[in-house]
């Protein structure tokens, strides 16, 4: 069964740099969550979309945006990094019924040196 | 702010042993998944419960949700090495919309 697909699967940047996640759902799917999990932490909600709409902003700093696109594949832009920012990426996606299960991808691994 | 907390933090056992982890929200939510994720992996959805009061069962894992749908438990039987991993609760707060925010985590190992 097809799965989330995120790419890059590593990610090495300088900081100030900018990196560009991204994320391609499960056929169907029409929501996709974004999150953020640093080592040994809990993964914190950035930011998702609902029908190519943003649908809820978690903790996601400014410097970060993202999109979801007409395909359903969205993006996560992130500019001016920080050695802060390095961490596993996350995206998820959900199909068209509400409040059901998340599945996510194998995530980006960014580092930023 | 809307705060998911799990304990413990970490818990050793020998296999065979049983094993709960407990999660607490700070709001009510309208539901609450379980998660788990070995090392290196990423988050799985084990389940998800919406009634108040609701028990379900997969095998040795069972699965609780409060009252008042402010807290949630997974109790595992009989540890296996299997079952290693950090297993996190995630709920959706009443007028949270979608978002679904994860529980800091209870990583489990088990020892022969």
């Known amino acids: 069964a097809a799965g989330v697909i995120q790419s890059p699967r590593h990610l090495i940047k300088e900081k100030r740099e900018t990196a560009t996640l991204k994320c391609y759902p499960i056929?169907?799917?029409?929501?996709v969550y974004w999150y953020q999990q640093g080592p040994g932490q809990d993964p914190q909600f950035l930011i998702s979309?609902?029908?190519?709409?943003?649908?809820d902003k978690g903790s996601i700093p400014d410097r970060f945006s993202a999109q979801q696109f007409s395909d359903y594949h969205s993006e996560l832009n992130m500019s001016s990094l920080e050695l802060g920012d390095s961490a596993l990426y996350f995206c998820a996606s959900s199909p068209p019924e509400r409040n059901t299960e998340a599945f996510f991808g194998q995530g980006t691994r960014l580092t930023v040196v | 702010g809307q705060q998911v907390m799990q304990i413990p933090q970490y818990q050793h056992v020998q296999e065979g042993e049983d094993f709960t982890t407990y999660c607490n929200s700070s709001?009510?939510?309208?539901?609450i998944q379980w998660y788990k994720q070995r090392p290196g992996g990423h988050p799985v959805f084990l389940i998800q419960l919406v009634k108040s009061g609701e028990v379900k069962k997969q095998k040795r894992l069972t699965f609780q949700f409060g009252e008042a749908k402010k807290n949630s438990s997974l109790h595992i039987t009989a540890t296996q090495t299997t079952d290693v991993g950090t297993y996190f609760c995630?709920?959706?707060?009443?007028?949270?919309?979608?978002?679904?925010?994860f529980g800091t985590g209870t990583q489990l190992k088990v020892e022969l």
């Open positions: 056929p169907r799917h029409d929501t």
């Open positions: 995630a709920g959706r707060h009443r007028g949270g919309g979608n978002k679904l925010t």
């Open positions: 979309f609902y029908e190519k709409m943003q649908s």
């Open positions: 709001t009510t939510l309208s539901n």
